[in-house]
């Protein structure tokens, strides 16, 4: 960062030309010692003289670091004449460019003699002006005034731009003139800079200009014109701003102009908005219509809402869903009868729109229409209903949904259901719990899936409770569910607590194993000494709920028991099961050295009785992140029945070495030529020969 | 704090249920413009894409899948750029209709073309963007929104003032992921606020493969040099100056800090409900390279202070501030009373754990659904609906990072008043608020 003081001319980048009046403030000095001395900064200076755009900046570096320490003293008015004599030296451009770049920071008024100098050649001109554009003062703009009577071309056109940045009123009739210049860019430039000058003489010129020029100096004109009005407006001269406004607003400008014309006339209008925006409702111009009912918003004034929402059935489809949009948007309740009628409209995206609409605007009253819509219709109008059902606001919805549940018919209530959950309705809870158990199978299924949002650590007894009584789907989401909610509870409140507690009193072996297979999906560590001793129980069922309970862990906690099973076990199924969940424990990440690891690939692999068991190691070992598990992986690629599994674990682990580090071993290498020289696959080959030439 | 590996889980799909899916509408379907299912010719949303050297090719990628959107024209003052954009339409629709120009003006005078993709270098927006809504056009427009703070000012004012629709490339606000942190944030859940830690990518990536090639030389046939520098100060052509790479020189772009405020930051701002305003301090310490073209911060530290007390870091020190073991992505990072919470494109997490689990309710402030980002743009042409990135809301991320480029340059505290969006006893910073166009440019 202590290069940080070296920028300003590094970078110089170009400046505004406002705010005059502040008093300008200079950074601290670096140092109490400021040697910036006159000679030293004649003498760095004329080093960057031959200085061009592809040289090293160092130097420049060092004057502008110079440049930085004087500011604000007395000797930086020195600096600033070298600065300006420089300019007028045979220096080259690119260092007239950089010295210009620094004046536009440190310059004064002082160096307007020579920055103006350069103004009317054109070669030089843009450089000057980075400078003058930002400097402020009055002898800045007599400058470029002067400047403005000789220049020619795109040094002309600059100098018209840079005055109506600075918004020099004084150049107003200059400009004036230029508008009717033969070269349409030169009329172009000064209608523009007029417009940005605060001047009632300027915004009179344009006005002269709109009615008679043609081409792009009227359109520059009218673009001006719509400046000015807009400036009015903002200074609160709402009546100087309207009556430009309604000019432009006239039939036969064009239709940006109208429409941003008929934008101002909204803004301004006062008391006579209603008034202003139903007149633009009425009008054959769809333009106009759509920009009365995008500017709806900004207003947002209940009289003027009100008047729109009236005009909506005289409007087409189209303007009619854009106007129910707006309404939405405006949140004005003074627009829903509006709304809610548009829901029968006979074009179904009016319908759409207006149904997303009472989701914003309505409330407890529109529960029956958007559960009956639910339950009726399909499609956009289906989704509308059903969004608006879950957004509409208020806690009396929330108690009307509840309300109406326990009774309504399968449909809707399946769509009662789901508001619960997407409206996070917790008190739905014991409600839900009846549900879970209703003689339809969809009301069930959404209730044990809201329960799943829904329900908290309390309930989770009652869920368990649900889970032992369920049969089926029903008892493989409710499994689901009781998972997610025991992970609600602090890890360290004992998550399976409530499933340990039911198990001593479950004996049909069915539940039982249900409840083996949370315990697993859980992970809490109380619950490995029960399914520990589940693998000795005297049931096959019970002792293969818990195989799969331990091969679903979360963390290689268990990856003895399982090796042990797949060691021992005189059940295939069993040996089988726990050689896979121990694969996939030795694939979780994990903090334990990668020697651990690789020894628990290699008494997977000891234990693979066939093929495909072998394959499934293997693809395990592609994701281990060692050089010992690619030599592993390395040492099947002659095996003609594993050589493809082989290759892709090879190819998979030294992707994700060269990804942390570039530097490949000439081991690495071996084996990636291997690869390339062995494999018929294409995709396989091409990875490799990539990853050779990406290594070091 | 200490993450356990075992148990804490980086989420990196999307939230799902925790979120709640409610798209909120368009409100005139494409399915309904025309008949069976397709959309009449009359009801397309036309459009040309001007710039296609980096971003273009992909948003027109978006553009073209969708079916009430037609593609019709091409513009780029490269041939190479030109000729390839012009393919990659005409190769979609499978036929030759896609008209190529190197003029922006030519296009912006098409009256049968309502909308314009631009992705030109970030010193050409303004001028693009401005040119296009004074024609009536509707604009999708890169991120950051300006090259400097009075030329996104007055992008604004155009767009306000000619009713454009504009949507500005921080298609992060699209992304649900994003939008339900915000939404975490806004509804409290880990407490009111204190400070936010922004982390964006440090250095200069090389994109084109032209770095270090930075002798002076003729500018390739197919180029049209002089207008691509257009408003920029002149400089000689260089091969690592243009296509690409033009980011990392601060005559044409920001560096890493301003292609990056417009996602961030913006999804710093929306999380806090700062969308329409700005900082009242900031102060910034960067690395500018001392040689070479590539002139921009490499690495940076921007703090930023709002009106209500809030503090935010912006830090090209990705782990510092994010604090994750597991990615060096840029992301977004909210320290409040009672936790924190994180979120990158890759995932999102947060301490207490479950917070980033947690579901937004009903009655829970929501924040602005959209359908896609792309999608969303034609929605709301459609329906002249404020899009979820308009002007406005870009110009006020590009501002934090175009006073962190200048608290930088000066090395100091600047303060700032966001409602008049004036630099505050400070004139020499004052000056840099603006920058001064290359003749015959100008907005």
Not at chain 1, 476 to 495: I, R
Not at chain 1, 660 to 668: F, G, I, L, M, W
Not at chain 2, 5 to 23: C, E, P
Request: hydrophobic residues 40%; glycine residues 8%.
């Amino acid at each position: 960062m202590n290069r940080l003081l070296k920028i300003i001319a590094v970078i110089t980048v170009i400046f505004y030309g406002g705010c005059k009046t502040m008093k300008e403030k200079v950074p601290a000095p670096a140092s109490a010692a400021a040697p910036a001395a006159k000679d030293a900064f004649g003498e760095q200076l004329s080093k960057i003289k031959a200085y061009d755009f592809d040289k090293s900046r160092v130097d420049l570096i060092k004057v502008s670091d110079m440049i930085r320490e004087a500011s604000g003293k007395p000797e930086m008015k020195a600096m600033e004449k070298q600065l300006d004599d420089f300019l007028k030296s045979d220096a080259s451009y690119a260092a007239k460019d950089f010295v210009c770049r620094e004046l536009s920071v440190a310059g004064t008024e002082a160096s307007v003699p020579a920055l103006a100098s350069m103004l009317t050649d054109e070669k030089v001109s843009d450089i000057a002006r980075y400078a003058l554009e930002r400097i402020p003062g009055p002898a800045v703009d007599d400058a470029l005034r002067n400047a403005l009577r000789k220049a020619k071309g795109n040094a002309k056109i600059g100098i018209i731009n840079t005055l109506g940045v600075r918004g020099d009123k004084k150049a107003v009739d200059a400009l004036a003139k230029l508008t009717n210049d033969a070269n349409e860019t030169v009329a172009v430039a000064a209608v523009a800079a007029l417009g940005r000058i605060d001047d009632r003489m300027a915004t009179i010129a344009i006005a002269m200009v709109k009615d008679k020029a043609t081409g792009a100096t009227k359109t520059a004109a009218l673009d001006a014109y719509l400046r000015c009005a807009d400036r009015l407006a903002a200074k609160g001269q709402k009546d100087a701003a309207g009556a430009i406004y309604k000019q432009l607003y006239a039939a036969g400008e064009p239709m940006p102009i109208r429409v941003a014309a008929a934008r101002g006339m909204i803004e301004t209008a006062g008391d006579k908005t209603a008034e202003v925006i139903v007149e633009m409702l009425k009008s054959t111009d769809k333009p106009i219509q759509t920009v009365a009912i995008a500017t709806l918003k900004d207003v947002a004034k209940t009289d003027v809402i009100k008047a729109a929402a009236e005009q909506l059935v005289n409007l087409e489809a189209a303007q009619q869903a854009q106007l129910v949009c707006a309404l939405a948007d405006c949140g004005d309740k003074v627009a829903l009868p509006t709304v809610l009628a548009a829901t029968k409209n006979s074009h179904d995206y009016v319908r759409v729109a207006a149904l997303r609409a009472v989701g914003t605007l309505g409330d407890v009253s529109a529960v029956d229409m958007l559960v009956e819509t639910v339950a009726s219709r399909g499609g956009e109008e289906q989704k509308a209903a059903q969004e608006s059902l879950y957004r509409l606001r208020g806690p009396d919805v929330d108690d009307e949904i509840l309300k109406k549940l326990p009774d309504a018919e399968p449909k809707a209530k399946v769509e009662l259901v789901r508001s619960c959950e997407q409206r996070n309705i917790k008190i739905a809870v014991p409600v839900l719990m009846k549900t879970a158990k209703d003689a339809d199978a969809k009301v069930r299924i959404e209730s044990i899936k809201a329960l799943r949002a829904l329900a908290g650590p309390q309930d989770i007894s009652a869920l368990i409770e649900l889970q032992l009584a369920a049969a089926g789907n029903d008892r493989g989401e409710l499994e689901k569910t009781v998972v997610v909610v025991a992970h609600k509870t602090p890890e360290d409140k004992g998550q399976s607590q409530a499933v340990l507690a039911a198990l001593p009193s479950t004996e049909d072996v069915e539940a039982k194993c249900s409840l083996l297979s949370v315990l697993g999906k859980i992970g809490d560590e109380a619950a490995l000494p029960v399914l520990r001793d589940a693998l000795g129980d005297k049931e096959d069922k019970i002792k293969d709920a818990a195989v799969r309970a331990l091969s679903d862990w979360p963390t290689a906690a268990p990856a003895a028991d399982l090796l042990k099973v797949a060691q021992t076990s005189e059940n295939q199924v069993h040996k089988t099961l726990a050689l896979r969940g121990y694969v996939r424990l030795a694939g979780l990440k994990s903090n334990r050295p990668a020697e651990e690891t690789m020894k628990m690939y290699k008494d997977a692999m000891s234990l693979a009785a066939d093929v495909s068991e072998k394959k499934m190691v293997l693809s395990g070992l592609g994701s281990t992140d060692s050089f010992e598990a690619m030599e592993m992986a390395s040492s099947y690629l002659d095996d003609k029945e594993l050589k493809d599994e082989a290759e892709a674990a090879v190819v998979k682990i030294a992707e994700e070495r060269v990804k942390n580090s570039p530097r490949v071993s000439a081991q690495t290498r071996d084996i990636l030529q291997k690869v390339i020289d062995g494999t018929t696959n294409d995709s396989v080959r091409e990875q490799a020969q990539k990853l050779l030439k990406q290594g070091k | 704090m200490k993450v356990n590996l075992n148990r804490r889980r980086f989420l990196k799909q999307t939230a799902g249920a925790a979120i709640g899916g409610i798209a909120l509408p368009y409100i005139i379907p494409a399915r309904v413009l025309g008949a069976d299912g397709g959309v009449a010719p009359s009801n397309r949303i036309t459009m040309a894409g001007i710039g296609l050297g980096m971003q273009g090719p992909s948003n027109m990628r978006q553009f073209l899948q969708e079916g009430d959107c037609r593609v019709v024209a091409i513009c780029d003052i490269d041939k190479n750029n030109l000729r390839d954009g012009v393919n990659l339409v005409n190769s979609h629709y499978g036929n030759k209709d896609c008209a190529g120009y190197a003029d922006f003006r030519e296009v912006l005078s098409r009256s049968d073309i309502d909308t314009v993709e631009i992705s030109v270098p970030d010193h050409w927006h303004a001028i693009v963007a401005i040119e296009a809504a004074r024609a009536g056009k509707d604009i999708y427009c890169e991120k950051p929104l300006s090259h400097d703070l009075r030329q996104g000012r007055a992008m604004c004012d155009a767009v306000k003032r000619y009713g454009t629709a504009w949507q500005t490339g921080s298609w992060q606000r699209s992304e649900e992921r994003f939008r339900y942190v915000c939404e975490l944030v806004r509804n409290g859940r880990i407490g009111k606020i204190k400070h936010i830690e922004v982390a964006l990518y440090p250095g200069h990536r090389d994109f084109a493969g032209t770095k270090g090639q930075e002798k002076i030389g003729t500018a390739p046939a197919e180029l049209d040099y002089d207008t691509w520098l257009g408003p920029a100060p002149y400089s000689p052509y260089c091969p690592a100056r243009v296509h690409r790479n033009w980011r990392w020189n601060l005559d044409y772009g920001g560096g890493q800090l301003m292609d990056w405020v417009g996602h961030h930051v913006d999804i710093a701002h929306w999380s806090m409900g700062l969308d329409y305003t700005g900082p009242v301090e900031v102060e910034g310490k960067g690395e500018f390279p001392v040689k070479g073209v590539w002139n921009s911060p490499t690495d940076y530290d921007v703090n930023v202070k709002y009106a209500d007390g809030l503090t935010m870091l912006i830090t090209s020190r990705i782990k510092y501030a994010l604090g994750k073991e597991w990615t060096d992505e840029s992301g977004v990072k909210w320290y409040g009373e009672k936790g924190w919470i994180c979120v990158t494109r890759g995932g999102m997490d947060s301490e207490p754990e479950d917070v980033v689990r947690e579901k937004i309710g009903t009655n829970d402030i929501r924040l602005y659904e959209s359908p896609g980002h792309w999608r969303n743009f034609l929605d709301c042409v459609k329906s002249r609906k404020l899009t979820i990135a308009p002007a406005e809301i870009a110009h006020r991320s590009a501002t934090v990072g175009h006073l962190g480029q200048i608290a930088m340059l000066l090395g100091r505290k600047i303060r700032f008043k966001p409602e008049t969006e004036e630099i505050i006893d400070d004139a020499t910073a004052a000056r840099m608020l603006g920058t001064e166009m290359r003749s015959p440019w100008q907005v």
